[in-house]
């Protein structure tokens, strides 16, 4: 899920919407310095969503010595909230993202995305060049190979040095011979 887009949990030194004491029964929302809200409207966003728009009083928000962490504007502090169910799901998958377990999830996942975008970008794996699906299974197969003999070439480039990959530069197949076999011209890393 993406973070809050307000600036207060942009910056992460105002208060954020997950600081607030949300009473949904009551439809009574409390900051942490303890003011309460005006009553909730149910309203639709510009896209039709339902919403739910807490305001706090003016009067309340000038007097408080923490203005400065939760608001700039000139009136009271306005928050957004999706319905209950939709805000209580949004806050649990928040709070899960948190964590180091779904953090290393989170890496394997990036690393699969980073290989799909590598083919679509540099390979043209998102569009076929052939009708039918076998013809299209073989493109992709040699997509596949392609990506490999690449990613191999840097990481020989990377262990052995810049000018490593040269030594691969002979032929096709003797390259193809040296990459299943090893590189016997190359030092082992």
Known sequence: ????????SAEGNGFA????????????????TGATSLPWANETDQGGTPVVRVRFSMHD????????????GAKGRRITLRPR????ALQRARQRQSTDEWQQRYAHRAGVEGTIAQGVKGFGLRRSRYRGTAKTHLQHLLIAAAMN???RRLACRNTHG???HRALRRSASGRMMRLCHGTPSLPSP
Do not use: Y
């Not at 899920?1 to 207060?8: I, K, R, T």
């Not at 928000?61 to 700039?72: F, H, M, V, Y």
């Open 85 to 88: 169910e939709e805000h209580e």
């Open 149 to 151: 003999l690449t990613r």
């Open 61 to 72: 928000c000038k007097a408080c010595p923490s203005r400065d962490l939760c608001t700039r």
């Open 162 to 164: 810049p000018d490593a």
């Open 1 to 8: 899920m993406m973070p809050g887009n307000a600036w207060q």
């Open 17 to 32: 919407v997950s600081d607030f004491t949300i009473d949904w029964d009551n439809r009574v929302m409390t900051c942490p």
